[in-house]
């Protein structure tokens, strides 16, 4: 986003989150760093919905965010399969 010239305003990162142990530790490598990322978990409300619950997370969030926000979508899966999406809020 730095390079992009945008001051990053991240408000809520939505994660694939099958993995639980995956997620923290991510949470704590950015904090070390100073960055400190809202990420929601489903799983113990809606079990393993694989590439829909960063969608339902993000339904969920969507609420909350205000134009401008920055919203950080990551998914991740089996046979390192990524991709990561980050999209500015509109009005």
Known sequence: MQRLGETPRIA?????????????LKEKQLAGLGIKLNM?????EF???SAAS???AFLRELPKLKP?????IDGFGAGTYY???AVEMGA
Do not use: F, R
Request: charged content about 10%; hydrophobic content about 50%.
């Open 12 to 24: 809520v990162a939505i994660v694939h989150h099958a993995n639980y142990k995956i997620n923290k």
């Open 40 to 44: 929601p978990w489903l799983l113990s």
């Open 47 to 49: 079990g393993n919905v």
């Open 54 to 56: 960063n969608m339902i």
């Open 68 to 72: 401008g926000d920055h919203v950080l």
């Open 83 to 85: 991709d990561v999406l």
